[in-house]
């Protein structure tokens, strides 16, 4: 199963902040999901809500500062503990950063229209330029703007953010021709993920933190998970696998009675 850093590690350092994302990567995460927002000078920036307030204790919203500004401000506030200054940085600043991450889930947050069109060029801009076809998957859990990017590059991966049972998230995600299906892992059954693959989607689940949870999931056949300890969770199943290698055969062990 793929694990992926919850806005870089969440858990482990200051959220949707390059310190976050290099620390995870230094531990082989090499798979990551991040939000998007919009500047005022329209470049897509890295972080979870359309304020700055949360986490960095100034006031405002994130539009209403440029790129420049938004780096220099310090989003270690109501976040995990980090030893030095960690601004907001741009989805470029993460993309120059790293040349071999094999994968990214873009969330994009939702905002009003006009900011929204123009994140949508922005992002498909992005995406082409550097070949991200592979290698990134647009996700919302507003169906206009997935309907809006689909428009503008039929073969940009997109996915759909589900956080209720009703109405049903999984046919619209078909309706949408989504290539992801990303689940808030409490509403999520086996059921649910079968019909998903049967309609060749990847399913993704969020925000799973606890082992006996994520091997639940593994079990009804989850592709992906997104949690905040990645390098912790990484750490589990890679010593799993290396545990199941090395058991001793059982040859010459007696027939049960």
Known sequence: MIVYGHRGAKGEAP???????????RHGIRHFELDLVLSKDGVPVLVHDLTVDRTTGQKGNVGHYTAA????????????????????????????????????QLEVKKDNRARLN????????????????QTAAVTSS?????????????NLRIGLV?????????????????????VNWKILNADMVAQAHKRNMHVSTWTVNRIH??????????????????????????NRARAVLSLPAKEGMPEPA
Request: glycine fraction near 4%; hydrophobic fraction near 35%; charged fraction near 30%.
């Open 162 to 182: 589900a956080e209720r049972k009703f109405p049903k998230p999984l046919n619209l995600a078909t309706r949408l021709g989504c290539e992801y299906f990303c």
């Open 142 to 154: 507003d169906p206009w703007f997935l309907r809006e990017l689909r428009r503008r590059d039929k």
């Open 69 to 104: 500004e938004l780096a220099d401000m310090d989003a270690r506030r109501n976040t995990s503990a980090w030893p030095r200054k960690a601004g907001i940085p741009t989805l470029e600043n993460l993309l120059d950063q790293f040349d071999d991450l094999e994968h990214l």
């Open 118 to 133: 123009i994140l949508c060029n922005r992002l498909t801009e992005v995406i082409q330029r550097r070949n991200l076809y």
């Open 213 to 238: 949870d994520m091997l639940k999931l593994e079990e009804m056949g989850v592709d992906s998970i997104i949690t905040d300890y990645p390098t912790s969770t990484r750490m589990f199943f890679d």
């Open 15 to 25: 959220e949707n902040t390059m310190p976050g994302f290099i620390h995870a990567y």
